[in-house]
């Protein structure tokens, strides 16, 4: 199973602390705003659109 996680850039610490927890704890994480600075919504819609391409697999 892969966490898809994100944030805006308010939140990228913690996401930064949560996302190094997981992989820690060998779990796959997708990070779909690494490297991008996106407002709240840009950030939800890109977790959203990943969800929804892996329902569909």
């Not at 996401?15 to 704890?25: G, I, P, Q, R, Y």
């Amino acid at each position: 199973m892969t966490i898809i996680i994100g944030s805006d850039e308010a939140g990228k610490r913690l996401k930064d602390v949560v996302k190094a927890f997981l992989k820690e704890s060998n779990h796959d994480v997708l990070d779909v705003t690494e490297g991008k600075e996106l407002d709240f919504v840009d950030s939800t819609l890109a977790v959203v659109n990943e969800v929804q391409k892996m329902m569909k697999t």
